[in-house]
């Protein structure tokens, strides 16, 4: 992390990590001094309980209901966590809140940005699905989703309603799991237990046969399929910032020359059909 902070990144995700202590932890163990100029994203999602059918035998766990006031003070309580690095930003996943609060918790976090409280704050949109529309428009919110060389569903929606808001997205997974930037190999290949099944070649194929078609882009070893990744996403004008997995510390000089590898251009992406048809096409 301090690696990163020298060279010039601020932002760090902590909105959904695997374990929300231990990230905590890592970055203030980093920064101990709090030296401030950081930009901490955090995670709002409330689970509403799901009743579901009676079934005999124990009663399954359930998420306790629904309470706005605890939603609240855990958020503040994790800004106040942050607060001494720099600023907080909000990642919202809206689908979790009840629809009677949706309006009520916007208007909360509206006031939290002028209160000074927080820097911001952005719809959470989940995997596959068209991200939220802000209330206001594309200019008045940025949205979060995730998008990657691989995972391209919500490029079309995303380019037809944020064309005229430059950096109104941010970029979640954009090496789509590790398939490109090559950190999936190395779990199945070669940190297996001895006694774990064989590998299912199939299910092989079907996570890297599609990396294998992008070998256009790293053509004469002019970039590395991450650089790729990365230079893909950034090409596209509302894109605000791409949240990357931290890299390996051997890895982190190939991502931070992502920007002096020679750019896609437009001929490469629709070599490969990577850019969205023009609406009417």
């Known amino acids: 992390m301090q690696r990163a902070r020298e060279s010039g990144v601020t932002t760090f995700d902590l909105s959904r990590p695997r374990s929300l202590p231990r990230a905590t932890q890592l970055l203030r163990t980093a920064f101990p001094e709090g030296r401030g100029g950081l930009l901490v994203i955090i995670g709002l999602s409330a689970e509403e309980p799901d ?11 359930r998420p306790p209901p629904y309470r706005e006031e605890d939603v609240r003070s855990a958020t503040v309580e994790r800004v106040s966590q942050f607060a001494p690095l720099g600023s907080v930003f909000v990642d919202w996943d809206q689908s979790r809140t009840p629809s009677d609060a949706l309006g009520r918790t916007r208007d909360w976090l509206d006031s939290l940005v002028e209160r000074d409280t927080l820097a911001g704050w952005s719809l959470h949109g989940r995997p596959g699905e068209d991200p939220p529309v802000p209330r206001g428009g594309p200019s ?27 950096g109104g997205v941010l970029v979640r997974n954009p090496f789509a799991d ?16 001895p006694t774990a099944s064989p590998i299912n070649l199939r299910s092989l194929h079907a996570d890297f046969d599609p990396v294998l078609r992008l070998g256009p882009l790293t053509r004469n070893h002019r970039r590395t399929l991450a650089q790729a990744a990365l230079q893909y996403l950034l090409y596209w004008p509302w894109v605000a910032t791409v949240l990357l997995p931290l890299p390996a510390p051997e890895r982190w000089e ?3 020359k992502t920007a002096s590898a020679p750019p896609l251009d437009i001929a490469e992406l629709r070599e490969l059909n990577l850019v969205p048809e023009p609406p009417g096409s």
């Not at 009743?51 to 766990?61: K, T, Y």
């Not at 949205?143 to 430059?166: N, Y």
């Open 51 to 61: 009743p579901g059918p009676s079934r005999p035998g124990p009663a399954p766990a």
């Open 140 to 166: 008045a919110r940025p949205v979060s989703v995730e998008l990657s060389l691989l995972d391209r569903r919500v490029l079309g929606s995303l380019a037809a309603r944020f064309a005229e808001t430059p």
């Open 178 to 193: 590790g398939r490109l930037d090559g950190s999936r190999f190395s779990a199945p290949l070669f940190d297996r237990d």
């Open 254 to 256: 190939e991502i931070r």
